[in-house]
């Protein structure tokens, strides 16, 4: 079957959203009296699992404690303040989406991203000239690895997920692309985790974004 459609994840797939998920997080962290902040390396393996996990991690307490619940909302709030300060495209990836939209396929992001921080960072970036749908959890779909969003987009694009390349850079985007079903699951190695070892033999991986379009020749 041919590849009619690609969804990404957002954060170290398409962007370089490193420094404004720490920013946002320390300011998070200030504004509710800790008294420490992160660097980047200290951020990074954070990154993917979206905020409440992350505020999980950070203070080491459970996902529905309270102060994890109170950093979530803070970090939210900041970042819709501060959606791309100091976010970039990756290398490759305008020339990419650029050539995708030029073969008429749609595209969509699938992130964990806070919906109103998402909204704003693919408007800023310009992604949104790109895309058919962006969606979060807090669109009403389950988080990533479970593939409710990505079948969503699907259905938006008017495709199936069996026409679909899944592209993201962390376990969670590999494991929610084979729950849906997708054509093919690519792995960014320029994003902010390795390739799960499991996995390595299963997934397309991408030393250079614009090796995707590989896939389409």
Do not use: W
Not at 137 to 150: I, N, S, T, V
């Amino acid at each position: 079957m041919s590849i009619k459609a690609f969804i990404f994840d957002l954060d170290g797939t398409l962007i370089d959203a490193l420094p404004d998920i720490r920013a946002n997080a320390n300011r998070a962290l200030e504004k509710l009296g800790y008294d420490f902040q992160m660097s980047v390396e200290e951020t990074q393996p954070h990154v993917g699992g979206g905020a409440q996990k992350l505020a999980s991690n950070v203070l080491n307490k459970p996902m529905d404690h309270p102060d994890t619940m109170a950093m979530y909302h803070a970090f939210a709030d900041f970042y819709e303040q501060h959606p791309a300060d100091f976010g970039t495209m990756l290398p490759g990836v305008t020339e990419t989406l650029d050539a995708i939209q030029a073969k008429g396929l749609p595209m969509c992001i699938v992130t964990a991203k806070p919906a109103k921080a998402r909204v704003k960072v693919t408007k800023a970036l310009g992604l949104d000239d790109y895309m058919t749908l962006a969606l979060s959890p807090e669109d009403g779909f389950a988080k990533k690895p479970a593939p409710d969003m990505l079948i969503e987009c699907c259905r938006a694009m008017g495709v199936s997920a069996s026409e679909t390349v899944m592209t993201g850079d962390t376990r969670f985007d590999v494991e929610a692309g084979f729950a849906a079903k997708c054509h093919t699951v690519a792995f960014a190695e320029h994003g902010y985790q390795d390739v799960p070892e499991e996995y390595a033999n299963k997934v397309v991986s991408l030393p250079h974004f614009t090796d995707l379009l590989k896939l389409l020749d």
